[in-house]
Every structure is written in C-alpha cells, then in structure tokens.
C-alpha cells in the first residue's frame, strides 16, 4: 500500500524543515504521497499547495487579529480536508498557532496518527505546554537532544532528529579567499556583527552595537567589522553606519545575486575571528563556524520583567544550554550596554579556545557528521506508524 502524508508548515524555516523530511520520506518510501500546505522547497518535493503558505505567516500578536477570521476559516478548512482524505499520517511542523489548531480538530473528529516537528522550548518557560499538546499529537520530532524526556513525561513518543543546522553548507577555502580579496579584507581580523532580522530588534541594538563596537575597535584597531546584512532592515542597518567604526564592511543582500550573496555570507561566518550577535538560532550558525561569540538582546521592559519571572534556565543561548556549559557571554535587558559588551568582546578576543570547545560538543551533539536530520525525522516518522 502506498503511503499518504499530509503535511503542513507555515513560515519559511518550516518550510526548510518539510521539504528535507519530505525528501527523506521519499527516498526511504518512493510510494509515498503529499497533501497539505507549504513553500517553495516542499513543493519542489511534489507537494500541491492548498493555498499559498504565506497566508500562515501572519500569525503574530500584532497581525493576528485583522486576520483572524480568514486564519480561522483556513484551520477549519485544512482540518477537515485532513479528516476527509484520511491519510496515514498528519505532519505539522512548527507554526503552533496553527498547527496544533488543526492538529487538535483533526483529532476529535478522527484517529489519523499527528506529528509535530519542533518540540515547544518547554525547558525554557511554559512547561505545561507540553501537556496540552500531548491532547492532539501523537509524536513530536526534536531539534535538541535533551528535548525528548520532557515530551515524553507529557505522554507524546519523541524523537531526537538533529537540528537543520548541521546540515548546511560551509565555506570552502576558496570561497573565503575570494570574500577577502573581493572586499580588500587583507589579513585583518574580522569581528562579525549581526544585530537581527528584524526592524524591531535592529533600532534596539544597532545603537548599542555601533558604541560598543566602536569602543572594541579603540583597543583592537587592526580588526575589521563586518555586517551580513538581512534583507527587510538591510536600509535600516545602513541608515545607522554614522554611529559604528569607521571601514564597516556592510553586506547588503538587496545588491547581490541570491546564489552569490549565501556564497559570501557563508564565508563571512566562516572566515571571522569573533561575533557579536543579537540573541537567537544565529547562535548555532556561528557554532557550526567555529566562531567565537557574545550574544546580546534589549527587551520591552515589560517583556524583561515577565522573562526573568517565567524563565526556567540561566541562558538563552542555545550553545551553552546543548554544550552544559555557560561559555558564551549575555548582555541581556539591563546587561545589553556598550560597556559591557566592549568588555566581553575583549576579554573573547584573547581567550576564545574554551568556547572553540564547547561550539565543537554541541555540534556533534546536534547530530554533526552523522544522517541528515530531513532523512532522521523521516525515519523517526515511518518507525512509529501502526
């Protein structure tokens, strides 16, 4: 009999993740079959989507409400196509706001098996999360190795399949040698600087950043910064180079190719001696680089009062928490000053082998030199169906 899946993602990185578990599935099950809602990549692996994916991507707090009775109408519509196909499994992946709403219809009006690829940061804040889930999800595919416990005492099966990241490209040698000689880097030391993705985050950070950068190259003169730009604040990031060190290398993505841009912004990560980063998954790209870094976020100050009263760890960098180490330096909430992350960058530029190590532990434990986690997670999936 061949196998039906239906699967469904609702942002990009969602849709990274489906089409490498869609390839899995294909190349250890080629009767398999796609239904359900996704990007580019999962469509290039035979999936025709119900409706463009990008009607999902607004579930935020602050673009929810206008759409809520379209999103509504899309949970309810997608959950009964599921019901009515009946296939042998429902996958969705991420998106909680919408994939645990479907999941959850999906089950009380049948018994179709339901996965969810990315287990909830139930370590970090929300434990009982978990728990809810478990009411409409049969098993969930981990990111992290020290997730599945914590799924598992939920009552959900639970797979550890890797983090993408240790499946994406590095710098080749030649690559790196043309980034420098393009931009006339020379020998010099480069400290990556990488402030965010978003225009919220860089006109938090990109101030303190410039001072605190400026305040390193005081100290450190012969290093270059360098700044891969994100396309949607790429004009913000510029519009702030009045205030950062003088020779600030800005990588603009809007003036390259897409191919040659990704080729040059891989062997910045790779040929950078130090980084300086907003608070995030970029944590583990630099990890996977070998590149030492301090890590650096400014709330909402309400958001920091709820943070320090709901959180569960002393760090929110995923390096340290995979690695059991605390190695790499934050600046967060009232910590994110020019003063304190010149300092942090400084003492880093003179000792960074411990936190060489501990980006090397938590990359194999990631699952680095091991089965692609797309090729995993498919595996994780067919081992557990009836």
């Known amino acids: 009999m061949s196998l039906r899946v239906f699967i469904l993602a609702g942002e990009p990185s969602g849709d990274r993740l489906g089409g490498a578990l869609m390839a899995g599935l294909k190349a250890l099950r080629p009767d398999v079959s796609f239904e359900g809602i996704g990007g580019a990549l999962m469509q290039a692996q035979g999936l025709r989507s119900r409706f463009p994916m990008e009607e999902l991507s607004v579930m935020g707090l602050a673009e929810v409400l206008p759409k809520y009775r379209h999103l509504k109408r899309r949970i309810r519509e997608t959950a009964e196509a599921v019901i009515a196909q009946k296939p042998d499994v429902l996958i969705t992946i991420d998106s909680p706001d919408f994939s645990l709403r479907v999941a959850s219809l999906v089950k009380a009006g049948s018994d179709i098996r339901t996965v969810h690829y990315v287990a909830p ?204 180490t605390r190695v790499v330096p934050e600046c967060l909430g009232p910590d994110c000053t020019a003063e304190n992350i010149a300092a942090q960058l400084d003492a880093l530029a003179k000792a960074p082998a411990l936190q060489k190590a501990a980006m090397g532990v938590t990359m194999q434990r990631l699952g680095q030199g091991g089965e692609a986690p797309g090729l995993r997670a498919a595996r994780a999936v067919l081992g557990r169906l009836p």
């Open 121 to 324: 940061s139930v370590w970090a804040w929300r434990p009982k999360r978990a728990v809810k889930m478990a009411r409409c999800i049969d098993q969930v595919l981990a990111l992290l190795p020290f997730e599945p416990p914590l799924m598992e005492a939920a009552g959900m099966d639970c797979d550890f399949v890797g983090h993408p990241v240790v499946a994406e490209s590095l710098a080749t040698d030649t690559e790196t040698a043309d980034f420098r000689a393009r931009f006339d880097l020379g020998d010099a030391p480069l400290v990556l600087a990488l402030p965010g993705s978003r225009r919220s985050e860089v006109t938090r950070l990109g101030p303190v950043f410039g001072e605190a950068l400026k305040a390193f190259a005081h100290f450190h003169p012969g290093y270059r910064v360098v700044v891969p730009c994100a396309a949607p604040v790429a004009d913000l990031v510029r519009a702030q180079a009045e205030d950062w060190p003088q020779n600030t290398l800005f990588l603009d993505p809007n003036t390259h190719d897409a191919q040659i841009f990704a080729a040059i912004k891989r062997a910045a990560f790779a040929t950078s001696d130090l980084a300086l980063a907003a608070s995030g998954t970029v944590s583990l790209e630099l990890a996977a680089n070998a590149t030492p870094m301090v890590i650096a976020y400014r709330f909402q100050w309400l958001t920091w009062q709820l943070m320090k009263r709901m959180a569960l760890v002393d760090t929110v960098t995923l390096v340290n928490l995979v690695s059991e």
